[in-house]
């Protein structure tokens, strides 16, 4: 079957087309000015399947069609943000247009075929950027292309064989001592303080707290099974266990608000990303610290193995399917804890 050609707009009919075997195929989206929705629904027809052409269509002229290999990279990125637009989270869009908008705008007029892994290794090797970054960056441009290759919007991706840096683990580094902890409880007060306390006591992702809600915590069991969470794909439900400590602050917020979310700003809305982590980096000024929500996930890790806990019983808690992300980021604790600790029972 033929590709349908790139979306294009008829006047008469005020509504968005594509071109599939000779024939006009409506995408339903009327108005110029909605442009991205027409694209959206074209790139569902790959997914969904086409449907029947209109009966009354007639054969396009071929300047609508546009050959695979004659693609532009900004093209190519333009089409995969709009389709990650309907289909992943938020942040996930954020992170990928990090990468894929000044990628288009270096390299949008070249096109697709002509990319090499080289040339792109070669851009990403920016010195303001950690080898993390890099790995970022060109796995997002890698994951763009392969999505064309499966849309079929270029016959296969130039990027094949793309070597990505070493991504650098942040266990050891993002690790907040009980110190710094410290002056971070005393200098906040409020919601954002029990939000930095509840991380602390339960080595949860911040995105799990921000979205927590009175109706989420099982009181009675001292629970929290929460059924939207990162690895929901994998078909387990994250339960984030409660220590009394941990209880008693959620019950404290419960009682402050009654219901809806139980970590709220000074407006009465749940905590994001972007505002913690403003919030974190003036902190971090004013302290003379470093330390991030994240690296209190780190820190419950980090103590949780180093005081002997199983890994198999740190990853449940910390809501990973396995212990391979404890072994790739803190391998330095997880291998050597245990032989450690025997070889101090010799001496005391």
């Not at 079957?1 to 075997?21: D, G, H, I, V």
Request: hydrophobic fraction near 40%.
């Amino acid at each position: 079957m033929a590709r349908p050609s790139q979306p294009w707009f008829r006047e008469s009919k005020r509504t968005w087309y594509t071109t599939l075997e000779g024939k006009k195929v409506s995408l339903k989206v009327k108005g110029r000015e909605n442009e991205k929705e027409a694209i959206k629904a074209w790139h569902r027809l790959f997914a969904n399947g086409t449907p029947e052409p209109l009966a009354e269509a007639k054969p396009e002229p071929a300047k609508h069609e546009q050959r695979a290999d004659t693609r532009t990279v900004a093209e190519i990125l333009t089409a995969f943000l709009a389709d990650a637009e309907s289909r992943v989270q938020p942040i996930t869009l954020v992170f990928y247009k990090r990468f894929c908008t000044p990628f288009s705008q270096d390299k949008g007029n070249l096109k697709a075929e002509s990319l090499t892994p080289p040339l792109v290794e070669a851009w990403a090797r920016k010195p303001t950027w950690s080898s993390s970054t890099q790995h970022d960056a060109l796995g997002t441009l890698a994951t763009a292309f392969r999505w064309a290759e499966r849309a079929r919007l270029i016959d296969r991706s130039p990027l094949n064989g793309l070597r990505l840096p070493p991504k650098e683990s942040a266990g050891a580094n993002a690790v907040v001592n009980e110190a710094d902890f410290a002056k971070l409880m005393k200098a906040t007060k409020g919601d954002f303080q029990a939000l930095l306390r509840f991380l602390w006591l339960t080595g949860c992702r911040p995105s799990e707290a921000f979205g927590l809600t009175v109706e989420s915590v099982d009181w009675e069991s001292a629970c929290i099974v929460l059924r939207k969470h990162k690895t929901a794909h994998k078909g387990k439900a994250r339960v984030i266990y409660l220590s009394a400590e941990a209880l008693a602050l959620l019950n404290a917020q419960r009682e402050k608000y009654g219901d809806w979310y139980l970590f709220r700003t000074v407006r009465g809305v749940p905590w994001t990303r972007a505002v913690v982590a403003h919030k974190m980096w003036r902190l971090n000024a004013k302290l003379g610290i470093h330390a991030t929500v994240y690296g209190l996930r780190h820190t419950f890790a980090t103590e949780a193995l180093a005081k002997g806990v199983p890994d198999a019983q740190v990853a449940a808690l910390m809501g990973h399917s396995g212990t391979a992300m404890l072994h790739k980021h803190y391998s330095h604790l997880t291998a050597r804890s245990q032989a450690l600790r025997e070889a101090l029972a010799k001496v005391r």
